[in-house]
């Protein structure tokens, strides 16, 4: 953020000069090697966050039928946004309840599979790999908008992972990004250009070809793509996804250990193969109130440990993103210690 007003900083210059391109250029280069990519695969990237790239995904990539696994509010979201299109058959549904996972199979009339990496509203989080026996040419969708940068993930046997940089990317909203296999830039092509009508903004091979000049198709927010550029250049000099993968783990056992050793916490999560490094979700004995412990937190500055609305439950939610200090963590659990054991 000092960045930003440093002299040079490329602040209220045009988006369409080459100090802003190069950023952008940084980034799809920086992800590049971040994730390891296959040489054929692209990032690309647009405004509007995940939430657009799911319409996107709507139109520009799903040809009649989606399978979506669904286990919390994200996961649901992407699956209604592919019910509600009108020119799709409704989606095969794999849904699990909250805390639990459920990936979808191989479904016979299906060409696109989606499910989330990390499901933020639960801390659940989701393998990235080809489900079995499903045809090769359907498309594997993964929405990673809070795992990206912070849990390992293989792209090569998947056609997009898709996220908004402003969780466990520190960056700020209103962007995403998606790292796509060519089978995905090639379905976008034939779908963008069949007899079906796709609004600009929601036409994925319009947004790769601005991408490749390392454009997006209408005027991003600069802030977002220098703090992104920042934070992607950060993980690489600590020694990229490996480095950021353990440190989330370290961090998030912290948490975890905290809850199973307290009598008045447990970690929501129930498999511990299914807790997430990212997203840490903790449930409160029942004669705590939680909503009351985290305004308390609150008053003292500690932010954001609310869980999530609509999952109501009497909990506790804490990100613990690769570039949270597991000091911080530790801070925290002291006190939260202070807060439990002086209750009003
Ligand atoms: C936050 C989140 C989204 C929505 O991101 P926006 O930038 O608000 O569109 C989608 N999916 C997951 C998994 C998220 O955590």
């Known amino acids: 953020m000092a960045s ?13 000069q080459p100090p802003v391109r190069h950023v952008v250029a940084a980034i799809r280069e920086e992800l590049t090697e971040l994730y390891n990519l296959p ?43 592919l019910q509600r299109a009108p020119f799709l058959a409704d989606p095969a549904v794999f849904q699990a309840e909250p805390g639990k996972l459920a990936l979808p ?26 489900p079995n026996d499903i045809d090769d040419n359907s498309l594997v969708l993964v929405d990673a908008t809070s795992a990206a940068g912070g849990v ?6 998947i056609d997009a992972y898709y996220f908004s940089p402003q969780k466990n990317l520190s ?35 319009l947004a790769v070809t601005n991408s490749r000049a390392d454009q997006t198709l209408n005027t991003p927010a600069l802030a977002t793509l220098v703090m992104l550029e920042a ?11 490996a480095w950021a993968a353990s440190r989330t783990a370290s961090t998030s056992g912290i948490l975890y250990r905290w809850a199973e050793d307290n009598p008045l916490t447990t970690p929501f999560v129930a498999d511990p193969a299914l807790r997430s490094p990212v997203v840490v979700t903790i449930d409160i004995d029942e004669s705590v109130d939680a909503a009351r412990l985290c305004a308390r937190a609150r008053d003292n500055g500690i932010l954001d440990i609310e869980p999530y609305r609509k999952l109501g ?5 804490i990100a613990t993103f690769s570039s949270i200090e597991p000091s911080d963590v530790e801070a925290l659990t002291a006190c939260l210690d202070w807060l439990l054991e002086n209750r009003d």
């Open 4 to 16: 930003l007003s440093e002299p040079g900083s490329v602040m209220g210059t045009s988006h369409r």
């Open 39 to 81: 040489t054929d695969y692209e990032v690309a990237l647009g405004n509007g966050g995940a939430t657009l790239f799911w319409d996107m995904a709507t139109v520009s990539l799903v040809e009649k039928r989606a399978a979506t696994g669904v286990y919390g509010e994200f996961t649901r979201k992407f699956s209604s946004a």
């Open 105 to 130: 199979k191989a479904v016979s009339d299906v060409d696109t599979y989606a499910w989330a990496h990390n499901e933020t509203s639960t801390g659940v989080v989701a393998p990235v790999r080809r």
């Open 152 to 157: 390992a993930a293989d792209m090569s046997t």
């Open 171 to 205: 960056s700020d909203g209103g962007l995403w990004l998606a790292i796509l296999s060519p089978a995905a830039i090639e379905r976008s092509n034939r779908v963008t250009s069949s007899a079906r009508w796709v609004p600009q903004m929601l036409d994925l091979s």
């Open 231 to 241: 934070q992607c250049r950060w993980l690489l000099d600590q020694g990229g996804m």
């Open 313 to 317: 439950r009497n909990q506790i939610r």
